[in-house]
């Protein structure tokens, strides 16, 4: 953050990076949501970052217990959640030993004193205080009893202690808007419409904001704090603006499909972390005819979802890697049977359980490879909030027009992450329309289009078309069960060939950055965009010969793709796994590329990929 | 329906399909086809909305032998995607068609739960005690000691009772019927389909091939009236060549008991009335099992509670008239800000 002092008492700022520190029960995530809220409301481009435990309350004051909410905001076009934040605020002890590690040296330490006792310190590991000794020298300190300010703050509501300590978040919130020059009404007003009916609640929230926002006043000389101010973001195309995170966008996608396709969408799914809230998204939206089962299993969730599919609706089922596992075999039915499916894998870390709250990007090879036999699908992947509308809606054209299953590959950073989102008019979107096969003439129901190989999608209640379908092999010419050699070798053949006709209904493969030839490129898919938008960016800063290019459509590959990556010298495949799309690459285009890979469950720091761009340089030459 | 009026009535003869059926000669899944298909011309099903939805298994073969819109699906999860079919579209009449394996083995789990939630549709198991598909391994119903390929001395296993399982999964439609017993059948599963709700229905079903006869010694024609009983709502429980023997109940016990009318001081009026509302006796009366007792088919059980794919879709009409669907609205909801 590079600085320059204003008018008013401001040091003019183009990004910052908060991150938000503090126990489970501390109320950090909502605290980052509302700060993200009045960013966004006031016009500055923000990405953020959830980081939370799997734990619901983990025990107080540890390590793992400590939930973090991370935002980068800026005057300048903000793609990633930031590498290093240059505030941290910390609740706790835990808080501080966690996140430490990733501040920006000289950056901002906001602590809460009050909460640095033996017990808390003791928990969270330092044997010393560190705000007693020299360990935090390289960073600005200030240390604040939030705990005792909070406490004084809403005394006069009569809370019991443990009640009144719940609003130390918005004391901080409080500060940390003063110190910004952010207003406060949006987010009164949002505790008023909350607490409509606990009005005790909503106004000692609101006077720990008032008191958080006081302090920074009143203790601007005596504790020398400063006060820092981050502008719009002016280049952002005119229209309506919402902050929206990926699940919730994906979502409204999927029943903006819907009502685009004028197909009625029936969700099957089961609980699982972190696409639960697509589950709660679309039950409540009963009023757009969208139907949500939530099942016994993840496997009967997609087996509701064939089951509406072959009535004649849409199918959606929703999970994360582990249950997509499960799902496997009832996907297998939906591309044998050629019914249309949208599945939407969440993905996080594996394997097994892994790290259920931290984001991966490893399930592409189950995605596009994992089901028994030749069984090939749309695979399309997000790649931030906003992407997730778009896709949803693809998902649903794909699926209805190619009668197969479609998997979106979002995961669980974009799922939680909010940014900024222009909002659509629904009205000028394309529509396209689903057709049903109603002619009794020559009908079979594995009688093909002609150009797409799509099947007839004939729905029960249709009279002279009555038929019956399952997972046994089909004749091609009838439909019937066929056990003959060469009518299965000509059956997976067409499965096949109509999956990679899709090529020729996607857009082409496009440099989001950059060149179409040249030096190197940085090949990346899904939540990585961002942090390879800015690294790419900055390489071409330092002159250096690089171009991004972002994979959407994961499966079928992008039709000029091949010839894309021929085009440069070396292509570095920047993804959150072992190397996966790295691996399908080479094994379509014989590419021999370079494979940059993170597993830690953390994004990519702009800086790694930056790093690697460089060492690339040299090697290349 | 009132289309239907003016087109000939359809016999179980409209219900073939131009498929040949392929079970092995005297499987009793044919004659459950045949019983089937005339339940159908029976009931004036409309082909068009009449759906089939089966497993893996011989008996999930089924779909492709009715002349209706039919669902061979995957090994277990039938109840799952009956479920979506039914959601999808309340219109529909579905039929399920499982086994002893793939009802109650590998989908277990789909059992239990489409009959907790009552999702309105007829579910036929056929049990034979034994996976024939797979050539004659041991079934979550066969009998203890049984001997099949994998069970080479004898099945271990406490074999488990369907009706029991549904009732205790919470069905509330629970009846059983034989096979070769085409006078009876077709009534119960009439009345399967008059059921609104999962209505579950306990077919034996002889393996000729890998399990021949199990359930003889209660589905032989000559003994039948003595080893079997048809029970009706209303009716006391009387069975027998004679007509003379009837289910008592021993208050002392807490037990069912069979006793010879006009012996040992039992009168007619001692006979248990059967009351299909009743779960105690139904749980009772699906216990019994032959030789001490009469094996008791027919509509066991039958309590109506509101459908899951009715619920569903009450919710769903209420929030269409409650709230507009305006798309644009609900994606503007909560804060925004607008750039010039």
């Given at each position: 953050m590079n600085a320059q002092t204003n008018a008013q008492g401001f040091e003019e700022l183009d990004t910052v990076c908060i991150r938000f520190a503090g126990d489970s029960g501390d109320g950090m995530q909502l605290t980052g949501t509302q700060f993200s809220v009045v960013t966004a409301l006031e016009g500055s481009d923000l990405a953020t970052f959830p980081d939370f435990p799997a734990e619901i309350r983990a025990p107080v004051g540890t390590t793992f217990g400590v939930s973090a909410f991370q935002i980068n905001f800026g005057s300048v076009e903000v793609s990633t959640a930031g590498d290093e934040p240059d505030v941290l605020v910390a609740m706790n002890p835990a808080a501080l030993m966690v996140s430490l590690a990733g501040l920006r040296l000289g950056g901002l330490i906001i602590v809460d004193e009050g909460s640095f006792n033996k017990r808390n310190l003791d928990k969270a590991g330092y044997l010393e205080n560190p705000l007693e000794d020299d360990s935090l020298s390289d960073y600005q300190v200030q240390k604040l009893d939030i705990t005792k300010m909070t406490l004084e703050s809403v005394?006069?509501?009569?809370?019991?202690k443990k009640d009144a300590l719940r609003s130390k978040n918005m004391w901080t919130l409080g500060l940390i808007l003063w110190m910004f020059g952010r207003a406060r009404k949006p987010i009164t007003d949002w505790l008023e419409q909350k607490f409509k009916k606990l009005p005790d609640v909503a106004n000692a929230n609101i006077a720990a904001i008032n008191a958080g926002h006081a302090f920074g006043e009143t203790a601007e000389t005596s504790a020398n704090l400063s006060r820092y101010h981050v502008g719009q973001h002016t280049t952002e195309e005119s229209g309506e603006y919402r902050t929206v995170n990926g699940n919730q966008a994906l979502a409204w996608g999927l029943v903006a499909g819907s009502q685009l396709g004028n197909i009625p969408l029936l969700l099957g799914t089961y609980p699982i972390t972190p696409a639960s809230a697509l589950l709660h998204t679309l039950s409540g939206?009963?009023?757009?005819?969208v139907v949500t089962f939530q099942a016994e299993d993840e496997i009967a969730a997609v087996c509701g979802a064939i089951g509406a599919s072959f009535a004649g609706q849409l199918g959606v089922t929703s999970s994360s890697g582990p249950g997509i596992a499960l799902k496997t075999e009832a996907i297998g039915l939906a591309i044998s049977t050629e019914l249309p499916l949208v599945i939407i894998d969440v993905q996080r870390a594996g394997p097994s359980t892994g790290l259920p709250t931290k984001t991966e990007q490893s399930d592409l090879h189950q995605a596009v490879w994992g089901r028994n036999g030749d069984a090939p699908i749309v695979v399309l992947a997000t790649s931030n909030p906003h992407d997730c509308f778009d896709v949803g809606i693809e998902a649903v054209r794909l699926a209805t027009k190619y009668m197969t299953p479609v998997m979106v590959l979002s995961d669980g950073y974009i799922g939680n992450a909010s940014e900024p989102w222009r909002i659509?008019?629904?009205?000028?979107l394309d529509k396209f329309s689903v057709k049903y096969c109603t002619d009794p003439e020559g009908f079979h129901p594995f009688k093909r289009d002609p150009e797409t190989l799509a099947r007839v999608w004939a729905k029960p209640g249709t009279p002279d078309c009555l038929h019956r379908i399952g997972g046994i092999e089909k004749d091609y010419d009838t439909g019937h069960i066929s056990y003959e050699p060469g009518n299965h070798q000509k059956m997976t053949d067409v499965r096949a060939a109509k999956i990679a006709g899709v090529a020729n209904d996607i857009p082409e493969q496009e440099v989001s950055l950059g060149t179409s030839e040249g030096k190197l490129a940085v090949v990346g898919w899904g939540s990585t965009r961002g942090s390879i938008h800015q690294a790419v960016k900055r390489a071409r800063e330092e002159n250096i010969d690089v171009s991004h290019i972002h994979i959407s459509n994961i499966w079928p590959l992008p039709r000029n793709l091949k010839n894309l990556l021929n085009s440069f010298d070396k292509v570095i495949v920047a993804e959150m796994n072992k190397g996966q799309m790295n691996n399908l690459l080479r094994a379509e285009y014989l590419l021999d590329g370079h494979s940059l890979t993170k597993v830690s469950g953390q994004p990519f720091k702009i800086t790694e990929i930056l790093d690697c761009i460089r060492k690339q340089e040299v090697e290349v030459g | 329906m009132n289309e239907q009026t003016d087109i000939k009535k359809l016999t179980?003869?409209?219900?073939?399909?131009d498929q040949e059926v392929r079970w092995c000669p005297g499987c009793g899944d044919y004659a459950v086809l045949k019983a089937v298909q005339i339940t159908l011309a029976n009931i004036g099903a409309t082909p068009e909305n009449t759906v089939f939805v089966s497993g893996i298994g011989?008996?999930?073969?089924?779909?492709?032998?009715?002349e209706t819109y039919g669902f061979h699906t995957i090994h277990g999860r039938a109840p799952a995607v009956a479920t979506g079919v039914k959601l999808a579209n309340p219109d529909l009449d579905v039929w399920l068609v499982t086994g002893d394996g793939d009802g109650l083995s590998i989908g277990g789990n789909h059992m239990l739960h489409v009959l907790r939630r009552n999702v309105n549709m007829q579910i036929m198991l056929f049990n034979n005690e034994i996976y024939g598909l797979t050539k004659g391994q041991y079934s979550p119903t066969s009998k203890i000691g049984a001997k099949t390929p994998s069970t080479p001395?004898?099945?271990v296993d406490l074999p488990l009772n369907p009706c029991s399982f549904a009732l205790g999964a919470g069905a509330r439609f629970v009846a059983r019927g034989i096979d070769t017993a085409l006078k009876a059948l077709p009534g119960t599963l009439a009345r399967a389909k008059d059921h609104r709700g999962a209505s579950f229905v306990e077919i034996f079903q002889n393996c000729i091939v890998f399990n021949d006869k199990t359930f003889e010694h209660f589905t032989l024609k000559k003994e039948a009236a003595n080893t079997q009983i048809h029970v009706e709502h209303g009716k006391p429980m009387i069975y027998g060549k004679e007509k003379n023997m009837g289910l008592v109940f021993n208050q002392e016990k807490f037990v069912l008991e069979t006793a010879i009318i006009g012996e040992c001081g039992v009168r007619e009026d001692d006979v248990l009335v059967h009351n299909e509302t009743n779960k105690t006796m139904a749980q009772m009366l699906v216990e019994l099992t032959a030789p001490d007792f009469p094996v008791v088919c027919g509509v066991i059980y039958c309590n109506p509670e509101e459908s899951y794919d009715d619920a569903v879709h009450r919710q769903v009409e209420k929030a269409k008239e409650n709230k507009k669907a305006d798309f644009n609205a609900l994606i503007r909801q909560g804060r925004i800000w607008t750039v010039e």
């Open positions: 005394k006069e509501f009569g809370l019991g939206l009963k009023e757009y005819g659509p008019d629904i009205n000028t | 179980f003869k409209d219900f073939e399909t011989c008996s999930s073969r089924f779909p492709y032998y009715v001395l004898g099945s």
